[in-house]
C-alpha cells in the first residue's frame, strides 16, 4: 500500500531533551515536507527537500533540523525542543518538486513539550 | 497579514443544500491552487486543483478569480460525509515546493 508513515504518532517529551520524528514514504517520491498545524493558523512549512541530500527551509524552519540521506526517509529533529514547538506535526510527500503534484500527507504526530 | 485567508466557520448546511465558501490569497504572481479536505486533525487529502477555467469533480466544483484573488468551493447535495475542514492551498511560481495553506474552513452538514 502507497502510504506515507510518521513515529512516533504521539510524544510528550519535556524542554531541552533531543528527539527525532521519522518520516518514511514508499512511492519512491522526490520532493518531501515537514508542516506544523497549529489552530488558527493552518499549515505551515517547515523545511523541504527536493531530493536526497537536498534541503531547503520552509516558512518557519527555527529550532528544527532535517536530513535526507535516502529518498524514502525525511527525519525532522528537534535539538532543544521548546513549549512553542508543542504542535501537530505532518510529513507529506509527492513525486516531483513543484505545485503540479499531488501531496500526500502522514498521519500525523501530535507532539507536547512541557 | 495572511498569505491565504479562510473564513473559519463553521458553515452548518442541512443535508441536500448547497454551500459555498472562498479563499483570498494575497501574493497575485501565484499560480496554482488547490483544494485539500481534511477530517478532525487527520492528515490533509487533495480533493481537487483550481483551474483557471474552473473545474468541476461530481458534486464539487471550484473557481478561480484572479482579478480579485480568491479562489471558491461550491458543493452541492451536501452530504454527512462532507462534513469536514476544507484547506485553501496556493503555489508561488518563484518557490518551487513551498505551498502556503490556509488555516481552513469547517464545514458542518446536518441531518
Known amino acids: 500500500e502507497a502510504q506515507v508513515t510518521q513515529n512516533p504518532r504521539y510524544l510528550i517529551t519535556v524542554t531541552g531533551k533531543k528527539l527525532t520524528v521519522t518520516c518514511s514514504q514508499n512511492m519512491n517520491h522526490e520532493y518531501m515536507s515537514w508542516y506544523r498545524q497549529d489552530p488558527g493558523l493552518g499549515l505551515r512549512q517547515i523545511y523541504y527537500?527536493?531530493?536526497?541530500?537536498?534541503?531547503d527551509k520552509g516558512d518557519v524552519p527555527e529550532g528544527y533540523k532535517v536530513s535526507r540521506k535516502e529518498k524514502r526517509n525525511f527525519p525532522l529533529i528537534l535539538e532543544s525542543p521548546s513549549p512553542n514547538q508543542t504542535s501537530l506535526y505532518f510529513c507529506?510527500?509527492?513525486?516531483?518538486?513543484?505545485?503540479?503534484?499531488?501531496?500526500?500527507f502522514g498521519p500525523g504526530t501530535r507532539l507536547t513539550v512541557t | 497579514r495572511k498569505e491565504v485567508e479562510q473564513d473559519p466557520g463553521p458553515f452548518n448546511v442541512p443535508e441536500g443544500a448547497t454551500v459555498a465558501f472562498n479563499c483570498t490569497y494575497s501574493n497575485s504572481a501565484s499560480q496554482s491552487f488547490f483544494w485539500y479536505r481534511q477530517d478532525c486533525r487527520k492528515e490533509p487529502k487533495l480533493l481537487m486543483s483550481v483551474y483557471s477555467s474552473g473545474n468541476e469533480d461530481g458534486r464539487f466544483t471550484a473557481q478561480l478569480n484572479r482579478a480579485s484573488q480568491y479562489i471558491s468551493l461550491l458543493i452541492r447535495d451536501s452530504k454527512l460525509s462532507d462534513s469536514a475542514t476544507y484547506l485553501c492551498?496556493?503555489?508561488?511560481?518563484?518557490?518551487?515546493?513551498?505551498?502556503?495553506f490556509g488555516a481552513g474552513t469547517q464545514v458542518v452538514v446536518t441531518p
Open positions: 492551498v496556493v503555489s508561488l511560481t518563484d518557490s518551487w515546493g513551498k505551498l502556503q
Open positions: 507529506a510527500s509527492s513525486l516531483r518538486q513543484g505545485f503540479a503534484y499531488e501531496q500526500y
Open positions: 527537500s527536493m531530493n536526497v541530500e537536498v534541503t
